[in-house]
């Protein structure tokens, strides 16, 4: 790393950005899986720069919200780990959420939106918490009546092109999440007790 810090100390750098974590490393990608202490020792080398860094890396294909490289001692070494996924609507959406953290305090989901110039390349980034996010779509999706969980999930993934697999089941269990919360503030109310007869509806707010 002694290269690199000197590259830091020319430059005046206050972040190391790392994209990604397995060309990086050099070790190749079976050890990355199975040899617990290669993220440690990574995350070692890492602080050792002197500066705070952000590291990419990449779930398994078909396990879009795995952990990376399929082992969960990626998630342990870091001090904070965040999931990026595909979002629905319409343009270049990016969900960005907390796997783990060991910040204090609490450390919101954040939803960008990516806008392109005409020659193709990004230019700009609409930042929006995501909670906010998946509260407003919520609330516009309940207008037209109650709906099951299950009914809004499917909704939302018909905002997306091509949703991963296992997509559906984690829009079910985002927005029954979302919906626990906006019962407790007030927004929604549930109809019926349990079972898939249950429905969620906007509550009369005065």
Not at 24 to 51: H, M, N, T
Not at 91 to 100: E, L, N, T
Request: a neutral charge; aromatic letters at 6%.
């Amino acid at each position: 790393m002694e290269p690199v810090k000197r590259i830091i100390a020319a430059a005046g750098c206050d972040l190391f950005l790392l994209d990604s974590l397995l060309p990086a490393s050099g070790i190749g990608e079976e050890r990355l899986k199975s040899d617990a202490q290669a993220p440690f020792l990574f995350v070692s080398a890492l602080d050792s720069l002197g500066i705070p860094s952000l590291a990419f890396g990449h779930p398994p294909k078909g396990q879009p919200e795995g952990d990376p490289f399929g082992s969960m001692a990626w998630l342990a070494a870091f001090r904070l780990t965040l999931l990026g996924t595909t979002a629905e609507g319409d343009g270049h959406r990016v969900r960005w959420r907390p796997r783990k953290r060991n910040e204090r305090g609490h450390i919101p989901g954040v939803l960008l939106t990516i806008h392109y110039g005409e020659d193709g390349r990004p230019c700009a980034v609409d930042r929006a918490d995501d909670w906010e996010s998946t509260r407003d779509w919520v609330l516009a999706a309940l207008v037209g009546g109650p709906q099951a969980v299950s009914d809004l999930a499917e909704q939302l993934l018909g905002e997306l092109e091509n949703p991963p697999a296992g997509e559906l089941e984690r829009a079910r269990e985002r927005l029954g999440r979302a919906l626990g919360r906006m019962a407790r503030e007030g927004w929604v109310e549930k109809l019926g007790t349990k079972g898939p007869g249950v429905r969620w509806g906007l509550r009369e707010r005065s």
